[in-house]
């Protein structure tokens, strides 16, 4: 398999994150995401989105969407699941994912905030809006987790959820959000003690720039 | 099971049109979204994040996230399945609708719209934005299409992806954009002929104001 990334790229590092956890191995395609070479026409020919991350397979598809790769790779190699078998909590932790996937994410990427500049926004206020974006949705995602035990967000084994909390809360930090969710940062903490979620973090990617 | 909604809602009429394909009978519990009810007391007992849709299951669960509610539904009644069988074409399926779920409607719904004329946008620039951000991801909605055979989305059946499509079309109507997709919009003709999409239209639901 192959994975076109960029290091920084919270989605990318939600499909990394899955692949570490499964002990798949795969090659790394990078793309610069600040140079804009996901809009090189040989990605396009690849995947006319122009996003990443992409993931060829073995048998030469390509698939996109962080979290659609994701469930593909947990359909395809059921090993460690990303999901309990219940139905009720596999819906729960399929909502905390989409809180931050849908939620939180889209309206903090580096797309949103270029068209936000472009309409005048200068840094501070673009700032304020992921901040502001990002703290809404935590607290959505700190009252998802109440009642449900840890030491990860959905119990004793790592789901979807914790994928994708991981990398937002990194991207919190970046924006310089004052964590305030006791929980969220516990699960945060509790995943990172893990090789696999070590192994998926930028600055352990080969085209990291710190 | 109770499905709480708003007649208008993209994410409500989503589980609405899995709901009534599955041929599933539920009470409706109707949240007015322009009136603010989804913050009320007594719905915020039920669903700490306020936001709409929720399904209560008859075992008592509270089911957030239009695309969660979908799966689960999928998963527990799955006659009249919502995904195919094949992964790749699974994760295609998937990819489309995340196409529409997180990287168009979340940048256009009410609350961001909201948001930005917080910030200073008038009517015009929040209507252009919708326009923008729609136009933009249909155009990567039409090329994942490509190579797909009609008349629904992904072939002969209905899946995820035709769910997600219809009421995006309809937004994308609502702030005035120039239809441009034949691929997209020859599927939306072909679900709209269908009577579960008819029965989920936002003009057959109790609540619809026109």
Redesign the interface.
């Known amino acids: 398999m192959k994975l076109h990334g960029y290091f920084r790229s919270s989605a990318v590092w939600r499909v990394r994150t899955v692949l570490a956890l499964k002990g798949l191995t795969y090659a790394h395609v990078f793309h610069h995401l600040r140079k804009g070479e996901q809009s090189a026409p040989d990605y396009l020919r690849l995947n006319?989105?122009g996003?990443i991350p992409a993931l060829e397979?073995d048998?030469g598809?390509v698939?996109?969407?962080s979290?659609?790769?994701c469930?593909?790779l947990d359909?395809?190699y059921p090993a460690v699941p990303l999901l309990p078998s219940d139905?009720?909590l596999?819906?729960?932790v399929?909502?905390f994912?989409?809180?931050i996937?849908?939620?939180i994410?889209?309206?903090q990427n580096l797309k949103?905030l270029k068209?936000l500049k472009g309409?005048g926004f200068d840094q501070a206020?673009t700032d304020q809006?992921a901040q502001?974006v990002i703290a809404d949705g935590f607290d959505?995602c700190e009252?998802?987790l109440?009642g449900q035990a840890g030491p990860y967000a959905f119990g004793e084994a790592v789901t979807l959820a914790d994928v994708c909390l991981v990398p937002q809360m990194s991207n919190a930090r970046r924006f310089g959000v004052t964590l305030r969710w006791p929980r969220l940062q516990a699960v945060e903490a509790a995943c990172l003690a893990l090789p696999a979620f070590q192994a998926a973090r930028p600055e352990a990617q080969p085209d990291f720039e710190g």
Chains 1, 2 share one sequence.
């Open positions: 006319p989105q996003l397979t048998d598809a698939l996109t969407q979290l659609a790769i469930e593909y359909e395809v139905p009720v596999r819906a729960k399929r909502a994912s989409y809180a996937a849908c939620e994410h889209p309206l949103i068209r309409l206020q809006w502001t959505a009252r998802l109440d």
